[in-house]
T-cell receptor, first 113, second 113 residues
Framework: SQQGEEDPQALSIQEGENATMNCSYK?????LQWYRQNSGRGLVHLIL?????REKHSGRLRVTLDTSKKSSSLLITASRAADTASYFC?????????????FGTGTRLKVLA | GAVVSQHPSWVICKSGTSVKIECRSL??????MFWYRQFPKQSLMLMAT?????????EQGVEKDKFLINHASLTLSTLTVTSAHPEDSSFYIC?????????FGPGTRLTVL
């Protein structure tokens, strides 16, 4: 089952521009995480935001979480060609210690040099 | 960060054979591991939650007898695809649960001829 839906499904921008991806989910969560996946490779953890947090930053990444709207956004500033990848949100839900992680549909980002 | 390995990284097999994929947490103990499959250009779909010393919990629609999971130790979970068919060809990714996040293996690409 898929907990989250992301939009846009695909995004193409010029190097130096900002990229914003959105994730919506269905049920209450413990935390939400963003991952990056290069084509045919494993996942790289980018950032975790807990349900009681509203915003987090990590380098060029900014993540927001709105639990009332059940949505999150990932902003990549000053994008680079190397940022080209698929980005997924994953929500952790369930009793503490028994989380299971469900992934969103993903956004394929292409940054043009 | 914690490291999770998978073996093999890729495998090609004939239809009807069984394939075992190993997932190891290299520098931490993981009582819970997860198995996902990913079709090309799609998101990760959770197949099952693997708990050390107990039976795996399968997601709806995943055949238990088809995808055998064994979590025999705190650092090893195995997924065996039994009587594999071409439709089982996919990218299989495991993850090991940490305190707040999960650590992903690099994935195993299975091709069934």
């Amino acid at each position: 089952s898929q907990q989250g839906e992301e939009d846009p499904q695909a995004l193409s921008i010029q190097e130096g521009e900002n990229a914003t991806m959105n994730c919506s989910y269905k049920t209450s969560i413990n935390n939400l995480q963003w991952y990056r996946q290069n084509s045919g490779r494993g996942l790289v953890h980018l950032i975790l935001i807990r349900s009681n947090e509203r915003e987090k930053h990590s380098g060029r990444l900014r993540v927001t979480l709105d639990t009332s709207k059940k949505s999150s956004s990932l902003l990549i500033t000053a994008s680079r060609a190397a940022d080209t990848a698929s980005y997924f949100c994953a929500t952790a839900a369930g009793p503490t210690g028994t989380y299971k992680y469900i992934f969103g549909t993903g956004t394929r980002l292409k940054v043009l040099a | 960060g914690a490291v999770v390995s998978q073996h093999p990284s890729w495998v090609i097999c004939k239809s009807g054979t069984s394939v075992k994929i190993e997932c190891r947490s290299l520098d931490f103990q993981a009582t819970t591991m997860f198995w996902y499959r990913q079709f090309p250009k799609q998101s990760l779909m959770l197949m099952a939650t693997s708990n050390e010393g107990s039976k795996a919990t399968y997601e709806q629609g995943v055949e238990k007898d088809k995808f055998l999971i064994n979590h025999a130790s705190l650092t090893l979970s195995t997924l065996t695809v039994t009587s594999a068919h071409p439709e089982d060809s996919s990218f299989y990714i495991c993850s090991a649960k940490g305190t707040d996040t999960q650590y992903f293996g690099p994935g195993t690409r299975l091709t069934v001829l």
